[in-house]
């Protein structure tokens, strides 16, 4: 998003409601400038953000979110673009959210955002943003889930989220998406090995990309056998919306070239399909999107308390309340109970 | 810890409190079983854990915690090993906390342990454990927190954190400690280069290693150039408890063979110093160890207002709200506010 174009976004009143209700009208219209704009709001979590989510979410719920997921070098940009060029070439539209590895903390998520976006700069349903959680936990989970409320919202019928396979909480995002996709690459090193044991158990497809290279196939069967291995995942009854469990499908991709990319694409249609079609018995809502929910809402509860314990009257109490365990003179659990009177005292006044 | 050493650990009671209290005892006493058994009580969250947390608590607050954090293959397992080895030679006792990238979501992090411990089987001032939080947000810096508050307790001089660098949770783990090592290896991938500039701006020192290999010396020239390119971390009024801003240092080890490890060792007690000679006018504990308390105290707080709605009064209530947020017929925001004034309400009554 280069400063020339927020320059062009619209004219907003001062007003956070105001302005939150013009930046959702717009966006809703196609103005991808002040689709940005929201989407930078959320990043920065301002009033404008919860404003304009409160309008957008109610019509939201119509978008395939598909999270990719895999390490380092398994080649998950390249996919995506990829697969933008197959859902592009299908007629349909798609957003891609990319949780950049390059700065954990501050986000200097940049970069590939201007790369990436050449190439579609003309076509206004394809949608690439990186996103960068700022320095507090549960952050990233928060972030990506309100844009993506907003692109779901907007229209977009396709949202990849992209997150790198390594972390608790980029895994936490790409995993709950309503369907997951684990990447792998052949014969990565050893500490590489180790990270997909654990990715397999959130996967509802694995792709082995590079598939031009020699070990593609031996990877491929060797991750078959893995997950032959391994406990079906949806066994578990928290997992009721979900579908019968199955094993993840093995897919071959060279996303470099686009060979398996359509298989891929008709994969996701499937599981999504999958998802639609067989419903819990009372119609719940799948146990991805269940999820998805109760991490928004937590993380919104969570901020509210933080807010409360930093303004008057309860600042000063929780200041020396956390100083007083930082010097090991109280516990946290003490610690906490007492914020948490202090809290229910607050909000029940 | 094999289950044959669970079985010779002491009898305990059937009661929390009792067996918190039998465990911790024995646990400061020196006994390793007993500390083992208190970690894994911290992993699965237990009544336990939390009762001995809060006895144990209160008589910590002397050891080192230092974070080793870096990308996957910049050999930060091999560092570890090499700094057991100096601390050991000093005459100093180390615990080693690795939380292990190879399953975010349930944890399977034993391999690394087995392979490791066998090295320090008979020596009690070395304890090694690797741990994985079990799938829930800021789950990772509660459960590292919650261990290394224990073998704080416990005794330990230096406690190291070992992380992966391309998580945000990992990387908040590793940079919340009294001191925080980046570790970087020379002439990796592009993915990986898009990770140091994050990780560089949570570091007290940098340490290139792999020294022995080509390239060491100019990626050293590299970071040093990069750091001082770099806003000065510290410039912050939020860090006000932190000594006088400070570039850090530059380091080169060859872990492998041990070279650069006494130069690290001295490096990391210097920060401690500095850490210690140079308390705000106040005598107000260091920003690192607030943002501890203040995250330990932030989760507990999460888990508690979780557990509340997990249970009646508001539990009926609370499964209906996220599932009308998961259908879109709620917003989030609303969503939660409503569960705070329920919660707000709960507590006070």
Chains 1, 2 share one sequence.
Do not use: W
């Amino acid at each position: 998003m280069g400063e020339d174009r927020v320059a062009r976004a619209p004219a907003v009143g001062a007003d956070p409601l105001t302005r939150a209700t013009e930046l959702a009208a717009a966006a809703v219209a196609g103005d991808r400038h002040a689709l940005a704009r929201l989407l930078t709001a959320i990043e920065n979590r301002t009033p404008v953000a919860e404003a304009a989510l409160r309008q957008l979410y109610p019509t939201g719920g119509r978008a395939h979110l598909v999270g990719i997921t895999g390490p380092p070098g398994a080649g998950k940009s390249t996919l995506v673009a990829a697969l933008i060029a197959e859902v592009r070439a299908a007629g349909r539209t798609v957003a891609v959210v990319a949780v950049d590895p390059s700065s954990p903390i501050t986000g200097g998520a940049i970069l590939g955002d201007r790369v990436r976006m050449q190439a579609y700069a003309a076509d206004r349903d394809v949608f690439i943003r990186s996103m960068a959680a700022r320095g507090h936990a549960g952050g990233l989970a928060s972030t990506t889930g309100a844009a993506c409320s907003v692109l779901d919202a907007v229209g977009f019928d396709l949202i990849l989220v992209e997150t790198v396979g390594t972390g608790q909480s980029e895994v936490e995002v790409a995993s709950s998406a309503d369907t997951t996709v684990v990447l792998e690459a052949p014969e990565m090193g050893d500490e590489v090995q180790a990270i997909k044991a654990g990715l397999l158990e959130v996967a509802d497809l694995v792709v082995v990309n590079k598939g031009d290279r020699p070990g593609a196939q031996r990877t491929a069967a060797q991750l078959r056998a893995m997950l032959v291995a391994a406990p079906v995942v949806g066994a578990d009854p928290a997992d009721a919306g979900r579908p019968r469990p199955k094993r993840p499908d093995v897919l071959i991709t060279t996303a470099a070239t686009g060979e398996g990319v359509p298989e891929l694409l008709a994969a996701l249609d499937r599981h999504r399909a999958g998802l639609t079609r067989a419903p819990t018995e009372d119609g719940a809502p799948t146990a991805a999107r269940l999820a998805r929910a109760d991490a928004q809402v937590r993380a919104i509860l969570a901020d509210r308390i933080a807010d409360r314990l930093r303004v008057a009257p309860l600042a000063d109490d929780a200041a020396a309340t956390l100083r007083a365990v930082a010097e090991h003179r109280v516990d946290p659990f003490t610690a906490a109970d007492r914020l948490l009177a202090a809290i229910g005292r607050e909000i029940a006044s």
